[in-house]
């Protein structure tokens, strides 16, 4: 891969296109499904010779029905350019699948406990994967938290729970597709708040109509409630998607904070990430 540098010499491999970064990845199958294979596409930072690292495991937004591993994958990237191995998962929606939201979940857990029953081929540190995710992507993310919508042909002796969630405007149970939750209350970050969960911090803009700021508020709360770490990044003004794709001027800021936060929660050991 090549090694993208700024004039200060950070790296910038986030910055080439979607389609090239996909092409750099590793490609690697973790499930059959009746549609098709889903895949990971993974990012290794350059010069590591051994040891595990922590990994980023992002899943893209398109309301459960649009997507491809494509759409995120320069977070993954601008991890990896910080020395954490960066994933961006596919996952089956219904425009490419004919599937709905539960297949999006099952897909989620699935990735996860791939990672982790593969973490020593992989070079991953199976006590430091992170889920994350846009909108829908985040929402799936956080439902690798959550009990059920095991696929059936998963390991469940393998636990699918992340070390920490990142979750860029997610859905979250409140405002988008509430026929989806009602159905299905279950599947609601919402509902299923616990003392217990994963460190998490959460973006979102204060006008998004998708995803609207004052459910992030009130997850944000509940988690917060029950002693939960969790924080909040606002993005004044923003709406949907208000820290994506890179081009965003929020991408940088979101990230790094990101990043932060994981150094200083445990997940990502060493010096702090954002800076190097």
């Not at 080439?16 to 499930?31: C, H, S, T, V």
């Not at 829908?136 to 969630?165: E, F, K, N, W």
């Not at 508020?217 to 988690?223: D, H, I, L, S």
């Given at each position: ?230 924080e909040l990044i606002t993005i004044p003004g923003a709406g949907h998607s208000c820290d994506w794709p890179v081009s965003n001027p929020h991408f940088l800021p979101t990230m790094t904070r990101m990043a932060e936060f994981l150094w200083e929660q445990g997940v990502v050991p060493g010096s702090n990430p954002s800076e190097k």
């Amino acid at each position: 891969m090549d090694m993208a540098t700024d004039e200060n010499g950070a790296m910038t491999t986030y910055l080439e296109p979607d389609e090239r970064l996909l092409a750099m990845a590793e490609k690697i199958r973790y499930k059959e499904t009746p549609q098709e294979d889903m895949c990971l596409y993974l990012l290794r930072p350059e010069g590591v010779k051994a040891g595990a690292l922590p990994a980023v495991v992002y899943f893209t937004g398109g309301g459960w029905e649009n997507g491809s591993p494509a759409g995120m994958i320069a977070n993954a990237a601008w991890f990896r350019d910080h020395g954490v191995i960066g994933i961006s998962a596919d996952y089956r929606v219904k425009s490419r699948h004919g599937t709905t939201p539960i297949e999006c979940i099952e897909d989620a857990r699935s990735a996860i406990r791939y990672v982790r029953a593969n973490a020593g081929a992989l070079g991953v540190d199976p006590a430091r994967i992170v889920a994350c995710g846009g909108s829908a992507g985040g929402h799936i993310a956080a439902a690798t938290v959550l009990d059920g919508h095991d696929d059936i042909g998963d390991d469940l002796a393998v636990s699918p729970r992340p070390a920490a969630l990142l979750l860029h405007n997610p859905v979250l149970g409140a405002g988008f597709r509430m026929d989806f939750f009602n159905a299905h209350p279950e599947c609601s970050p919402l509902n299923g708040v616990r003392k217990g969960w994963p460190p998490t911090i959460v973006s979102n803009g204060t006008e998004d109509n998708v995803t609207p700021y004052a459910v992030a508020e009130r997850f944000v709360g509940a988690m917060k409630a029950v002693g939960n770490v969790c924080e909040l990044i606002t993005i004044p003004g923003a709406g949907h998607s208000c820290d994506w794709p890179v081009s965003n001027p929020h991408f940088l800021p979101t990230m790094t904070r990101m990043a932060e936060f994981l150094w200083e929660q445990g997940v990502v050991p060493g010096s702090n990430p954002s800076e190097k």
